[in-house]
Protein backbone atom coordinates (compact mmCIF):
# COMPACT_ATOMS: atom_id res chain seq x y z
CA UNK A 1 0.00 0.00 0.00
CA UNK A 2 1.35 3.56 -0.84
CA UNK A 3 1.66 6.08 2.01
CA UNK A 4 -1.12 9.03 1.27
CA UNK A 5 0.44 11.56 0.16
CA UNK A 6 -0.85 13.66 2.96
CA UNK A 7 -1.35 13.73 7.04
CA UNK A 8 -4.40 12.76 8.48
CA UNK A 9 -4.54 16.88 9.38
CA UNK A 10 -4.00 17.75 5.92
CA UNK A 11 -6.40 15.63 4.36
CA UNK A 12 -9.17 16.89 7.11
CA UNK A 13 -8.52 20.11 6.55
CA UNK A 14 -8.64 19.87 2.80
CA UNK A 15 -11.77 17.82 2.80
CA UNK A 16 -13.29 20.85 5.35
CA UNK A 17 -12.71 23.37 3.00
CA UNK A 18 -14.28 20.58 0.40
CA UNK A 19 -17.55 20.77 1.73
CA UNK A 20 -17.79 24.23 3.27
CA UNK A 21 -17.62 25.34 -0.33
CA UNK A 22 -20.96 23.81 -1.17
CA UNK A 23 -22.73 20.92 0.09
CA UNK A 24 -21.45 17.51 -0.84
CA UNK A 25 -22.71 14.04 -0.55
CA UNK A 26 -20.84 11.10 1.28
CA UNK A 27 -19.94 9.61 -2.15
CA UNK A 28 -18.44 12.75 -3.75
CA UNK A 29 -16.11 12.79 -0.24
CA UNK A 30 -15.08 9.26 -0.95
CA UNK A 31 -14.12 9.60 -4.31
CA UNK A 32 -12.14 12.94 -3.11
CA UNK A 33 -9.95 11.17 -0.44
CA UNK A 34 -9.53 8.18 -2.79
CA UNK A 35 -7.55 10.96 -4.91
CA UNK A 36 -6.21 12.23 -2.26
CA UNK A 37 -4.33 8.45 -1.61
CA UNK A 38 -6.04 7.89 1.89
CA UNK A 39 -6.67 3.95 2.65
CA UNK A 40 -9.77 2.63 3.75
CA UNK A 41 -9.62 3.01 7.62
CA UNK A 42 -8.42 6.70 7.36
CA UNK A 43 -12.13 7.08 5.21
CA UNK A 44 -14.27 5.76 7.39
CA UNK A 45 -12.41 8.15 10.32
CA UNK A 46 -12.78 11.13 8.35
CA UNK A 47 -16.15 10.99 7.22
CA UNK A 48 -17.22 10.42 10.46
CA UNK A 49 -15.33 13.40 11.75
CA UNK A 50 -17.10 15.69 8.96
CA UNK A 51 -20.40 14.25 9.63
CA UNK A 52 -19.91 14.94 13.83
CA UNK A 53 -18.60 18.31 12.83
CA UNK A 54 -21.68 19.10 10.30
CA UNK A 55 -19.42 19.65 7.26
CA UNK A 56 -21.21 16.60 5.77
CA UNK A 57 -24.48 15.92 6.03
CA UNK A 58 -26.31 13.94 3.14
CA UNK A 59 -29.58 15.19 3.93
CA UNK A 60 -28.62 18.51 3.39
CA UNK A 61 -27.10 17.66 0.50
CA UNK A 62 -30.31 16.18 -0.85
CA UNK A 63 -32.25 19.24 0.20
CA UNK A 64 -29.58 21.75 -1.83
CA UNK A 65 -29.71 19.46 -4.77
CA UNK A 66 -33.07 18.59 -5.22
CA UNK A 67 -34.12 22.67 -5.07
CA UNK A 68 -30.85 23.93 -7.39
CA UNK A 69 -32.43 20.82 -9.87
CA UNK A 70 -35.74 22.67 -10.20
CA UNK A 71 -35.20 25.90 -9.85
CA UNK A 72 -31.89 26.63 -11.73
CA UNK A 73 -31.74 23.33 -14.10
CA UNK A 74 -35.86 23.17 -14.14
CA UNK A 75 -35.47 19.26 -13.89
CA UNK A 76 -38.21 16.92 -13.03
CA UNK A 77 -38.63 14.53 -10.16
CA UNK A 78 -37.81 11.60 -12.48
CA UNK A 79 -34.34 12.99 -13.38
CA UNK A 80 -33.62 14.13 -9.91
CA UNK A 81 -34.00 10.93 -8.35
CA UNK A 82 -31.60 9.31 -11.33
CA UNK A 83 -29.22 11.94 -10.22
CA UNK A 84 -29.08 11.24 -6.67
CA UNK A 85 -29.46 7.46 -7.25
CA UNK A 86 -25.51 7.96 -8.88
CA UNK A 87 -24.62 9.82 -6.71
CA UNK A 88 -25.19 6.76 -4.26
CA UNK A 89 -27.76 8.34 -2.13
CA UNK A 90 -30.21 6.51 0.42
CA UNK A 91 -33.55 5.50 -1.36
CA UNK A 92 -34.89 6.99 1.56
CA UNK A 93 -33.83 9.92 1.58
CA UNK A 94 -34.41 10.47 -1.86
CA UNK A 95 -38.27 9.38 -1.58
CA UNK A 96 -38.28 11.92 0.78
CA UNK A 97 -36.34 14.94 -0.11
CA UNK A 98 -38.08 15.17 -3.49
CA UNK A 99 -41.68 15.94 -2.74
CA UNK A 100 -40.48 17.54 0.92
CA UNK A 101 -38.06 20.26 -0.32
CA UNK A 102 -40.20 21.81 -3.35
CA UNK A 103 -43.50 22.49 -3.06
CA UNK A 104 -45.65 21.26 -5.68
CA UNK A 105 -46.97 24.63 -6.56
CA UNK A 106 -43.35 25.80 -7.49
CA UNK A 107 -42.60 22.18 -9.29
CA UNK A 108 -46.08 23.14 -11.48
CA UNK A 109 -44.81 26.52 -12.17
CA UNK A 110 -41.69 25.16 -13.84
CA UNK A 111 -43.32 22.67 -15.81
CA UNK A 112 -45.85 25.66 -16.88
CA UNK A 113 -42.56 27.98 -17.54
CA UNK A 114 -41.29 25.51 -19.53
CA UNK A 115 -44.11 24.58 -21.89
CA UNK A 116 -44.54 28.68 -22.35
CA UNK A 117 -41.17 28.77 -22.96
CA UNK A 118 -40.95 25.18 -25.58
CA UNK A 119 -44.15 26.21 -27.12
CA UNK A 120 -42.58 29.58 -28.58
CA UNK A 121 -39.41 27.62 -29.52
CA UNK A 122 -41.67 25.79 -31.25
CA UNK A 123 -43.90 28.17 -32.73
CA UNK A 124 -42.52 27.38 -36.87
CA UNK A 125 -43.84 24.58 -36.46
CA UNK A 126 -46.79 23.40 -38.97
CA UNK A 127 -47.90 20.51 -37.81
CA UNK A 128 -49.84 20.51 -34.48
CA UNK A 129 -49.04 16.71 -33.57
CA UNK A 130 -45.51 17.19 -34.62
CA UNK A 131 -44.98 19.96 -32.55
CA UNK A 132 -47.32 17.97 -29.08
CA UNK A 133 -44.20 15.42 -29.73
CA UNK A 134 -41.42 17.36 -29.66
CA UNK A 135 -43.37 19.17 -26.38
CA UNK A 136 -43.64 16.17 -24.91
CA UNK A 137 -39.92 14.11 -25.24
CA UNK A 138 -38.17 17.13 -24.64
CA UNK A 139 -40.47 17.14 -20.97
CA UNK A 140 -39.82 13.84 -20.70
CA UNK A 141 -35.89 14.49 -21.10
CA UNK A 142 -36.17 16.70 -18.36
CA UNK A 143 -37.26 14.43 -16.07
CA UNK A 144 -41.27 15.22 -15.97
CA UNK A 145 -44.00 12.41 -15.98
CA UNK A 146 -46.23 11.89 -18.29
CA UNK A 147 -49.15 12.01 -16.04
CA UNK A 148 -47.47 15.53 -14.97
CA UNK A 149 -48.22 16.91 -17.97
CA UNK A 150 -50.65 15.25 -19.76
CA UNK A 151 -53.44 16.97 -18.16
CA UNK A 152 -52.55 20.59 -19.08
CA UNK A 153 -53.04 22.40 -22.36
CA UNK A 154 -49.71 21.66 -24.43
CA UNK A 155 -51.17 24.11 -27.21
Known amino acids: MIPPAFSREQIIFKL ?8 R ?3 E ?4 LD ?14 FLKENRFLDD ?5 AYVQGKV ?3 K ?11 QKRIDAKLIQEGIYAFVSDEEYQLVLESLIERKNRELSTEKNPQIKKQKLMRF ?3 RGFQYDEFSSLNLD
Request: charged fraction near 35%; glycine fraction near 6%; charge should be positive.
Open 16 to 23: EAFCAYQE
Open 25 to 27: CTQ
Open 29 to 32: VRTK
Open 35 to 48: RLGADESLSIEVIK
Open 59 to 63: KRFVE
Open 71 to 73: RIK
Open 75 to 85: WGRQKIKAGLF
Open 139 to 141: LLS
